[in-house]
């Protein structure tokens, strides 16, 4: 069906053509076609004119769309490929782009893919399938890959050229010139010539295969290697001259001998000197081994002329290194000898001149170290005098009898260790001559083997802190029977000791004025003293005890602090000891008791041997106990009440059955049995 001209068509439930339909003129301003359903063309449809689409999004084809006379995309409009415009081709007025946007790769593949100038008149680029790539420079080709590598044509510029070990770098025709590296060493390979260094055509050195190694000044050969060693030119007018066993026995090597300004020469005439700048001796080595520098004379140790020399072996004088300088100024450094681990001085020591500037005959040694990330320092100086002082720079901090030696400065923390084997002693020995008591004076000296210190005076020893805290007086051993003194730290039975035979073995002396002269303490608080007020000796805030033991030697039993005692007509026994004077004792069980002997103290526990001894208060201040009910006065006297206990004696009569006197009423312990003790005056004896 032909369809020349619609006004209007206004289609809401669709049409379908079959056929072919041409629409000859369809103006879009005048003519409208309204499709508000769905149309369908089972056949082709045909548009003379241009199709416009307005308001159109997207065109959706199942089939192939044919552009006969081309797509026209505006500039910025991309053609897009994927379902996230992963690849887009666009132009945005100025370049035009294929840019993959996406996550994957842009593959373009081809048996033959040339990029070209705009033009088409010259490759930039040529891929061939299963054969080269071929980089060209205006149509010239540079670069070619090959099945072995590549080819370039022309110059080739880089900042750095790589390769691995052994692969080489390989020039000429036959590869004739390689230079690789083979894991271990760098190789400069002629391989089939020559190796020649040169400037130009002016050669600095060759190497020849099988043969010599030649060095040129100016394009002149002037040394060269030979089977035998080596060779330099000799003739007249070269700055060396090294002649054979034939020629003059001597060797020159300066600038133009003829002038007189040799730099050096080397001269053999019983010995061997070096001479420099005209004939000016520098260095000789002597006849007899002595190496002198600076100096010539060979006269033992004289150093007339300023210098240094070296000997390492002389008969007369031994192994010597001298080092001369007639400066006269003091203070200055004469010989330094520095050691250095890499660029780093580490260790030395510099010899300095004294302050005599006149007779220049006095000095001293310093010695130098270095702590790591520290600069080196002086650590240690003999002085003038010959005194060693380590860590300083002088005696300052030393007594004037005591500065021979002397360690540490007064910083930080110093010290001295004497280290010695377990097995042995280690020792500061104070002499004052050689003989063998001489030499041992006096001794500090540390046994490794017992771990003790001994103290040694006039060839003996006088004292000894053992390593159990004993420091022992007059004598080797601890204990109470050998003579001498002893200091303990109090853990053991007893804190100090001191033994005499047929002298006094302990004074106390207060000199100037009086007052106390020991002074008694129980956990840190004071109980009682001894005090001098002329010639009277008072005992106070105390009481006379003594041991005693029960009937029989009876094992302990409680018996109540301040019970009275009665005297038995039983000695204490302790083994082989001799007691003449203690006799035991028990709790007094007879009322006005005239064989009281004073009240129970406390059991003694300082003897491990002998644990059923125990105090019995005698005389002086104490307290007494006194029977629940029995009402005491202060100034009553006491006598045994039979139960252990005391009361009032009745009367103000000291008796043979007196015990006590109450010298207060304040009641000081309170026992189950209703009884309790009170302060009192003993007077059992």
């Not at 053509?17 to 149309?39: E, I, M």
């Not at 050669?203 to 010599?212: L, Q, R, S, T, W």
Request: with cysteine.
């Amino acid at each position: 069906m032909a369809l020349t001209k619609v006004q209007t068509i206004g289609i809401e439930t669709g049409i379908s053509l079959t056929g072919v339909t041409t629409v000859t003129t369809l103006n879009a301003s005048t003519d409208t076609l309204s499709v508000g359903g769905t149309v369908n063309f089972g056949g082709n449809v045909s548009i003379a004119g241009t199709l416009t689409y307005e308001d159109v999004t997207n065109i959706d084809s199942v089939g192939i769309i044919t552009a006969r006379a081309g797509i026209e995309i505006p500039d910025n409009q991309k053609i897009t490929f994927g379902a996230g415009d992963d690849l887009q081709i666009y132009h945005n007025g100025t370049h035009s782009y294929i840019a993959d946007e996406g996550s994957g790769e842009l593959i373009i593949s081809g048996s033959r893919i040339q990029l070209m100038n705009a033009a088409r008149s010259e490759k930039a680029i040529d891929f061939v399938q299963d054969g080269a790539i071929d980089v060209y420079h205006n149509g010239s080709r540079k670069f070619q890959t090959t099945s072995d590598g590549i080819t370039v044509t022309g110059r080739l510029t880089c900042d750095e050229i790589r390769t691995s070990d052994d692969d080489k770098i390989q020039l000429g025709d036959s590869q004739d010139f390689r230079i690789y590296h083979d894991g271990s060493t760098n190789i400069i390979d002629g391989h089939y010539h020559p190796i020649e260094l040169r400037h130009q055509s002016e050669v600095h050195a060759k190497f020849n295969d099988d043969g010599a190694v030649e060095l040129y000044h100016n394009n002149s050969k002037k040394f060269e290697t030979t089977s035998t060693g080596v060779k330099i030119d000799n003739s007249s007018t070269t700055d060396m001259l090294l002649l054979d066993a034939g020629g003059t026995n001597f060797a020159k090597i300066g600038h133009n001998s003829a002038s007189g300004t040799d730099i050096l020469d080397i001269r053999s005439e019983g010995h061997t000197r070096f001479l420099t700048n005209g004939n000016n001796e520098r260095l000789r080595i002597a006849s007899d081994g002595q190496i002198f520098i600076g100096g010539s004379n060979e006269n033992s140790d004289s150093f007339s002329d300023a210098g240094t020399f070296l000997n390492l072996k002389n008969d007369t004088y031994g192994g010597r290194i001298g080092f001369s300088n007639n400066t006269a100024t003091a203070g200055v450094a004469l010989m330094e000898q520095f050691a250095y681990w890499g660029n780093n001085k580490v260790a030395g020591l510099i010899a300095v001149a004294g302050t005599d500037t006149t007779n220049k005959d006095d000095g001293y040694m310093s010695f130098y170290t270095r702590v790591s990330g520290s600069a080196i320092a002086e650590a240690m100086r003999i002085d003038t005098s010959g005194r060693v002082i380590i860590k300083d720079t002088d005696t300052d901090n030393a007594a004037s009898y005591a500065d021979d030696l002397v360690v540490g400065t007064t910083t930080n923390d110093r010290g001295i260790t004497i280290v010695s084997s377990s097995s042995h002693a280690g020792s500061i020995n104070f002499s004052d001559g050689s003989s063998a008591d001489d030499k041992s004076r006096g001794i500090i000296q540390y046994d490794h083997a017992n771990n003790y210190m001994r103290f040694y005076t006039n060839s003996g020893e006088r004292a000894r802190l053992t390593a159990g805290s004993e420091f022992i007086v007059g004598k080797t051993t601890s204990g109470v029977s050998d003579n001498g003194g002893e200091l303990r730290d109090g853990s053991s039975d007893y804190a100090v000791v001191a033994t005499a035979a047929g002298h006094i073995p302990f004074i106390v002396n207060r000199n100037t004025n009086d007052g106390g002269l020991v002074r008694f303490r129980q956990a840190n608080t004071d109980e009682g003293s001894i005090s001098i007020s002329g010639s009277t000796v008072s005992y106070n805030g105390g009481h006379l005890a003594r041991w005693s033991q029960l009937a029989g030697g009876a094992e302990r039993t409680e018996i109540l602090r301040g019970s009275v005692l009665s005297n038995l007509d039983e000695m204490c026994e302790w083994g082989e000891e001799d007691n003449e004077q203690l006799n035991r004792m028990k709790v007094s069980d007879v009322e006005g008791d005239i064989n009281v002997s004073g009240v129970f103290q406390d059991w003694d526990d300082d003897d491990d041997t002998y644990t059923n001894d125990f105090y019995c208060a005698m005389t002086g201040d104490f307290v007494i106990r006194i029977a629940s009910g029995v009402t005491v006065q202060r100034g009553n006297l006491l006598m045994s009440a039979g139960d252990g206990t005391a009361k009032p004696q009745g009367d103000g009569y000291i008796q043979d059955k007196t015990i006590a006197k109450v010298t207060s009423t304040t009641v000081s312990t309170t026992y189950s049995d209703g009884s309790y003790c009170v302060p009192c005056v003993l007077m059992a004896c």
